[in-house]
Nanobody
């Protein structure tokens, strides 16, 4: 059974940076689109950024464009989210997700069909 394990969350001041990592088990990593979602206080979970299996296709939520960068290392079964210039509005629990969608945007907009999620990592940005 595939498992997703996130790390890298924490507390920073506005303008700071964090890098989230999500490592998966199993040998099908490179065939899955991977994504980062978040759920802020009192909000629904939303797709932040996703990347296709090869890394050729990426998708960003408008609020993440220019500040966040998603990448993956298929040799390490790991996907990353580099978050720069963080804002208090980025405060949320961040979840890693995976699915066999070909296009990154599909994962971000539809979510994982088999509900394959990590346990989440907290990101807190103070003003």
């Amino acid at each position: 059974q595939v498992q997703l394990v996130e790390s890298g969350g924490g507390s920073v001041q506005a303008g700071g940076s964090l890098r989230l990592s999500c490592t998966t088990s199993g040998d099908t990593f490179s065939t899955r689109s991977m994504g980062w979602f978040r759920q802020g206080p009192g909000k629904e979970r939303e797709g932040v950024s996703c990347i296709s299996g090869s890394g050729a296709s990426t998708h960003y939520q408008d609020s993440a464009k220019g500040r966040f960068t998603i990448s993956r290392d298929n040799a390490k079964n790991t996907v990353y989210l580099q978050m720069n210039n963080l804002e208090p509005g980025d405060t949320a629990v961040y979840y890693c997700a995976a699915d066999y969608y070909t296009a990154a945007q599909e994962l971000c907009t539809k979510g994982p069909r088999d509900e394959l999620w990590g346990q989440g990592t907290q990101v807190t940005v103070s003003s």
